[in-house]
Each structure stands twice: as structure tokens, then as C-alpha cells.
């Protein structure tokens, strides 16, 4: 089952500087798309999300970016800060009664001070 | 700030054991699930519930697992008869819901079974 694909398994990116997670879909129902951020021995902590209907959200230092088209999105962190290291995972879901989340592989991020 | 919570952190059992994995959720939140984590592998559904009864379902859901919320705090998993291939991390998430908009479901720290 690979309906949510993050390719990086890893990025790395000096501190300030800005940081491009990718995730890439297949399900064309799905309607709703979020990020986690993980820290080893933790749960998934929700970061922003982005529904169908738009193809930008931002928040803060924070900024998603869905192109529906080729079902892809982004996440943009600017700037980035050695606290941003953690594993990110991308997520989709069809809208309706459960919204069970569909995750992708996690692209873990590194942030060098 | 509200947070889901789960206990234990982490439980090690012996195979064909019953282990029952324990969550309370926000207390605002309606709608209810469990994902487990196996090491190296992606988060994967297991249930969702809501009213006080399954709404969907994954196939890795068998008969050997359950859920319930006994007491209107409290969300709970269990297993059966574990197997070796039960080990995982578990984690409980919550999420509200207002009507008609999506909302992200927040997770807690989770549990990690070990069968040995």
C-alpha cells in the first residue's frame, strides 16, 4: 500500500537556511493533508494542514503547499532551526465519517547549527 | 494544554498473552483511534470509533483485537492472544469534530509492546 510516498528517507540543511519536505499521493479522494513532526520514544505532533479546496497554508515558520494536479505537497520550513530536527511525516485523508490517516514513510530532517 | 495520554509506556509480554493498552483521550474530542508503528515501518490504521462503536476498520484489525471505551474517559485496545508480530508501538489519537470542517487528530506518546 503506497497511496502517501515520501522519496527522501533523510535531508540535511544548515540552520537558517530553508528546508523542502515532499510527499507525493496516488488516491485521488483524498481531500485533507497534514504533517507530524516526530521525535524518537514520542507520538506524532500535528504541525499544519491543508484541505483540498486550497493550495497554500501557512503558519509561521511554517508553509504547505498542495498541487493537486500532480498530486504532490510540500512543506516549507523558513527558517529552519536545529529544534526542527525530528522525523516528519506527511498524512492524507478522505474527509467523511472516520478521516483514518493514511502516512507516509517519514523523511527525517536534520538541521546543522 | 490538553493532551492524549497513554499508559503503560511500555508493556513486554509473553506470546499468547492478553495485553490491554490504555488511553484517555481529550476530553472535548468525539471521535477516537489506534495506529500502531512496527520498527522501521510506516504509522498504519488499525480502528476508528465513534458513538461508542467502531466506525471503520483495517484488515491488520482481526478478531484478536478490541476496543472500548468502558467508562467515558478512558479508550482502551487489547489484544487477545498476542503474536511476535503484535510488537509495535501503539499510539491513541483523538480528534474533534465540528461540524462539516476537517480537523487534525492529535496523537499521544504511545505504548511499545514487546511479545516475547
Known amino acids: 500500500d503506497q497511496q502517501v510516498k515520501q522519496n527522501s528517507p533523510s535531508l540535511s540543511v544548515q540552520e537558517g537556511r530553508i528546508s523542502i519536505l515532499n510527499c507525493d499521493y496516488t488516491?485521488?479522494?483524498?481531500?485533507?493533508f497534514l504533517w507530524y513532526k516526530k521525535y524518537p520514544a514520542e507520538g506524532p505532533t500535528f504541525l499544519i494542514s491543508i484541505s483540498s479546496i486550497k493550495d497554500k497554508n501557512e503558519d509561521g515558520r511554517f508553509t504547505v503547499f498542495l498541487n493537486k494536479s500532480a498530486k504532490h505537497l510540500s512543506l516549507h520550513i523558513v527558517p529552519s532551526q536545529p529544534g526542527d530536527s525530528a522525523v516528519y511525516f506527511c498524512a492524507a485523508s478522505v474527509g467523511g465519517a472516520t478521516n483514518k490517516l493514511i502516512f507516509g514513510t517519514g523523511t527525517l530532517l536534520a538541521v546543522q547549527p | 494544554e490538553p493532551e492524549v495520554t497513554q499508559t503503560p509506556s511500555h508493556q513486554v509480554t509473553q506470546m499468547g498473552q492478553e495485553v490491554i493498552l490504555r488511553c484517555v483521550p481529550i476530553?472535548?474530542?468525539?471521535?477516537f483511534y489506534w495506529y500502531r508503528q512496527i520498527l522501521g515501518q510506516k504509522v498504519e490504521f488499525l480502528v476508528s470509533f465513534y458513538n461508542n462503536e467502531i466506525s471503520e476498520k483495517s484488515e491488520i484489525f482481526d478478531d484478536q483485537f478490541s476496543v472500548e471505551r468502558p467508562d467515558g474517559s478512558n479508550f482502551t485496545l487489547k489484544i487477545r492472544s498476542t503474536k511476535l508480530e503484535d510488537s509495535a508501538m501503539y499510539f491513541c489519537?483523538?480528534?474533534?469534530?465540528?461540524?462539516?470542517?476537517?480537523?487534525?487528530?492529535?496523537f499521544g506518546p504511545g505504548t511499545r509492546l514487546t511479545v516475547l
Open positions: 476530553s472535548n474530542h468525539l471521535y
Open positions: 489519537a483523538s480528534r474533534k469534530m465540528t461540524g462539516g470542517f476537517y480537523n487534525e487528530q492529535f
Open positions: 488516491n485521488s479522494m483524498f481531500d485533507y
